[in-house]
């Protein structure tokens, strides 16, 4: 069966699309390269206050991602979401009706489907933090999901730029903070912690010294031959993120010099059945923010709606 739509991304735009597309009776597809959803908002200031949504004075980003999928994955939701997938290939099938095509996809978890259109939301590409060791542990964080968890702690945090020293003042009047870094001079404003953490450098981390279930204990850092075995309840590593790209192979979509996909003000790409909306987009105008992400959806959406039920006007805006 032909579903009507796969939108590739679930960051603030592609969660708002899947609400709209609901609204429309939409049915499809959305999948998410990471593990969760929610984007940047979720994986790079899940803790930073948002003010500048109508009608909210302030939420923070991580309650805003939870709103936003909850309001989307409801029980009358004709579209399914899949994370820690991405696209593989996307095969063009052509059609004898309005669509010039329809796009056999092929997803990394093996499974294929056919849909009528598609909303590309894949902002910057998939957000990655810098890790400190490969194996997931459960008190190694590489972000703050909830301050709290930090209280009363010994916690170790790993970073020599801005957000490892706000963090290492954010946490501080609540736990027994040590700050690691490799070199001697940070790159942020260290003198402003100086008396309320201890601060190791230079020091980089060498291994795992010792372990209990699925926490780490203590580990060793070194300089030039000295070792020191440092222990901890939480630690929190702050060496920045990557940001790794998934190529959508068959689409060949037009894309500037900094790859961000052209989009007419319908948010059409130049793959005709295929759309574009959030930070993944370029136009005369485009900023880079959640409300114009937002909107960029809806337009995209509409004009998908029009297609799909051969409308010749979108008569419905909410
Ligand atoms: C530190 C910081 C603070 C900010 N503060 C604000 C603010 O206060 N207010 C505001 O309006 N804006 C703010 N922004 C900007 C805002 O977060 C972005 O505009 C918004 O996240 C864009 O959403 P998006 O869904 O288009 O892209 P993203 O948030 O980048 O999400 C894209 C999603 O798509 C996934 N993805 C990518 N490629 C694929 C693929 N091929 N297959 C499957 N999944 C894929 C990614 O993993 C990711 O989850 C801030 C940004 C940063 C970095």
């Known amino acids: 069966m032909v579903k009507d739509l796969l939108i590739i991304g679930s960051g603030p735009t592609g969660l708002y699309a899947w609400k709209f597309a609901n609204n429309l009776s939409l049915s499809g597809t959305i999948i998410e390269a990471n593990y969760e959803v929610g984007g940047q908002a979720n994986l790079a200031y899940p803790e930073k206050t948002i003010h500048n949504l109508p009608g909210i004075s302030e939420i923070k980003a991580k309650d805003f991602v939870r709103n936003m999928l909850d309001d989307a994955n409801n029980d009358n939701s004709k579209i399914e979401l899949k994370t820690n997938t991405s696209v593989v290939e996307v095969i063009k099938v052509k059609t004898p009706d309005d669509f010039k095509f329809h796009f056999l996809v092929k997803f990394s978890d093996h499974c294929q489907a056919t849909y009528k259109s598609i909303l590309v939301c894949e902002g910057l ?4 933090s810098i890790r400190l060791v490969d194996d997931d542990w459960e008190n190694i964080h590489y972000v703050v999901k909830n301050k709290e968890d930090f209280n009363n702690k010994k916690v170790v945090i790993f970073g020599g730029g801005d957000s490892a020293i706000d963090w290492a003042k954010n946490l501080s009047p609540n736990a027994n903070v ?12 260290i003198d402003s912690i100086k008396d309320d953490v201890e601060i190791l450098t230079p020091f980089e981390f060498k291994e795992i010294r010792k372990t209990d279930g699925k926490k780490v204990k203590s580990i060793v850092v070194a300089n030039n031959g000295l070792e020191k075995e440092v222990k901890f309840d939480e630690c929190l590593v702050q060496f920045g993120a990557v940001i790794k790209p998934h190529p959508l192979k068959g689409l ?4 500037n010099d900094l ?4 989009v007419d003000l319908e948010m059409s790409t130049s793959v005709p059945g295929v759309f574009a909306a959030g930070d993944a987009v370029i136009y005369p105008t485009k900023k880079r923010n959640l409300i114009f992400g937002f909107q960029e959806a809806v337009t995209a959406l509409s004009k998908i709606e ?13």
């Not at 060949?252 to 894309?255: A, C, K, P, T, Y």
């Not at 790859?259 to 052209?262: E, G, L, M, R, T």
């Open 259 to 262: 790859n961000k996909i052209i």
């Open 178 to 189: 040590t700050l690691i870094h490799r070199r001697e001079e940070f790159r942020g404003p």
């Open 306 to 318: 029009m297609m799909i039920n051969h409308k010749k006007i979108a008569n419905k805006g909410w």
């Open 252 to 255: 060949n979509l037009d894309r």
């Open 125 to 128: 590409g998939q957000y990655q």
